[in-house]
């Protein structure tokens, strides 16, 4: 909860900073526990007494302190230390003083496995983590991203994957970590895929893979992985051609490792029994330097070296395209001649015939959407708890849309009260949602600082955050409480309570402002 204008600076600062609630983050500190999300049979399997040993490589620009740290301490509290052989941070040239002699005093006086890399210039995501894994020195490289927290036992099964063959490339599941309340959430069993554009997206498994208890927790072939955390033999990855040294800052590089990695001979799992948790940012709070269109020029790269004659449907759906430039790609080319890769036509018919291929027919599942603000809960068929009015108590006035109640964006305000006025009726929901008129939440998001103050209606995406609301209060009377929501830090007010004035979001502790509310329900729970 926000208690003082400190704290709303610190929370508004950390939006603009890193995408992520920073009053949050740094409430939580470096230790905390999280729900162990596994599926129930993951915790009956064993694994080797002999696995090989673990560098992880932990990338990181202008990252939160807390969060950074919370990671590191992370995976320092939950990996078996004979397993543990290093971690390395590399700091991709931030800007933030205390990533720099802070961090590394920091390091030295605390942390006797972690050692920090800084680069001398801003290498970008895939020279930065190339940069670590030239510095490592264990057997398996685990890459993760600098806002993650690992779940019970979530190495040995990677590990264990990898111990198998050489060539298999491990990938935990990825949970949601709520960009808003910092709430763990668990994911469900998804693999990666990818669109013509080239985008990555979240695909259902097959159903032909899930065909017993067992298949829950075993490996599953993943077409394609979102990149971000992942085990993989070191000589492996060096004998492969690592990262493409020509690819910028971000994007594009976790799907031509992707089809590098099937193409020429390697197999790619998702391991459902490791889980790690993820901050799922709405946005990325860092560009290219100079503004440049990173994720294009690194698709095309991909795009000419691994597509073969389907880069056309690519160019279909970005004509404008065709002709940028993407740099030499010579030597990448001859790491696919070196190592004998299969064709594109090879990948698609045995790693991904799921994926529709535009003037060939056929149709699939829509993909998951994960993080970042949305869920993979459904909004529809939500349990009610309680149907009725939002009343203010003071002014005996009612939250109304001040449009219709099907209008998403539409702020909300005082108005008389009136049982027929279906623009005034809301229910609550056993995710702690309020929902008008059957339809659309109430609903904070894009509000990052008190200038930008008003709720308003939006549709619903089951993911908390935004749309979660409290009841709090500091007397019992139960029926008469601040609403207050997690992801703002706010509470519901009426600074001036007349028909027709907006409802806003205040400091909790602004007494002033801050007014009780209370439900009158209607039909409990229908």
Not at 29 to 55: E, Q, V
């Amino acid at each position: 909860m926000i208690k003082t204008s400190h704290d709303q600076s610190i929370r508004d600062d950390g939006y603009s900073l890193y995408a992520f609630n920073q009053l949050i983050s740094d409430r939580l500190g470096f230790h905390r526990n999280i729900p162990d999300t596994r599926h129930k049979l993951c915790k009956a399997k064993s694994y080797p007494t002999s696995l090989p040993s673990a560098s992880i490589v932990i990338c990181f620009y202008n990252e939160a302190w807390s969060a950074l740290l919370r990671t590191v301490y992370s995976v320092i509290d939950r990996t078996p230390a004979n397993l543990l052989h290093e971690i390395i941070l590399v700091d991709d040239f931030s800007i933030l003083d205390y990533l720099k002699e802070k961090l590394d005093v920091f390091v030295e006086q605390n942390l006797a496995k972690v050692k920090v890399v800084h680069a001398k210039k801003r290498e970008g995501l895939m020279r930065a983590r190339t940069l670590g894994a030239d510095r490592a020195s264990g057997d398996v490289l685990v890459f993760l991203d600098s806002h993650c927290e690992m779940n019970v036992d979530w190495i040995e099964p990677l590990l264990a994957h990898v111990k198998e063959k050489q060539s298999n490339v491990a990938i935990p599941i990825i949970d949601i970590i709520n960009s808003d309340t910092l709430e763990y959430q668990a994911s469900p069993l998804v693999r990666g895929g990818f669109n013509w554009g080239l985008h990555f997206q979240w695909d259902p498994v097959p159903p032909s893979y899930l065909t017993t208890a067992a298949d829950f927790a075993n490996p599953i072939k993943s077409p394609t992985m979102a990149g971000g955390l992942f085990a993989i033999n070191r000589k492996y990855f060096n004998e492969i051609g690592k990262y493409d040294q020509g690819m910028d800052i971000w994007g594009g590089e976790n799907l031509e490792i992707s089809f590098r990695i099937w193409q020429c001979g390697g197999h790619m799992d998702i391991i459902p029994c490791s889980r790690v948790g993820h901050i799922f940012r709405s946005r990325r709070p860092y560009g290219a330097p100079g503004g440049v269109d990173t994720i294009t020029r690194n698709s095309l790269r991909m795009v000419h070296v691994w597509l073969d004659e389907f880069k056309e449907h690519y160019f279909k759906t970005f004509p404008q395209a065709r002709d940028l430039d993407y740099g030499d790609i010579s030597d990448r080319l001859a790491i696919r001649n070196r190592l004998q890769c299969k064709s594109f036509k090879w990948y698609l018919k045995n790693v991904y015939p799921e994926q529709v291929v535009p003037g060939e027919g056929g149709s699939r599942v829509p993909p998951f959407m994960l993080g970042a603000g949305r869920s993979f809960k459904r909004s529809r068929g939500k349990e009610v708890l309680n149907r009725g009015w939002l009343r203010h108590i003071t002014s005996g006035l009612c939250a109304t849309s001040a449009e219709n109640s099907h209008t998403k964006g539409a702020k909300i305000q005082l108005s008389e009260c009136d049982n027929s006025n279906k623009n005034q009726v809301w229910i609550h929901t056993k995710d702690n949602e309020l929902v008008l008129a059957d339809l659309l939440c109430l609903d904070t998001e894009g509000r990052k600082s008190l200038n930008e103050r008003y709720p308003h209606i939006k549709k619903c995406h089951g993911s908390h955050g935004s749309q979660e609301w409290k009841w709090i209060s500091k007397s019992h009377n139960k029926a008469m409480q601040n609403l207050y929501n997690p992801a703002s830090g706010l509470c519901l007010a009426a600074v001036d309570a007349q028909d027709g004035k907006p409802i806003t979001m205040e400091l909790c502790s602004s007494h002033v402002n801050v007014l009780q509310f209370k439900m009158i329900w209607s039909n409990k729970g229908r």
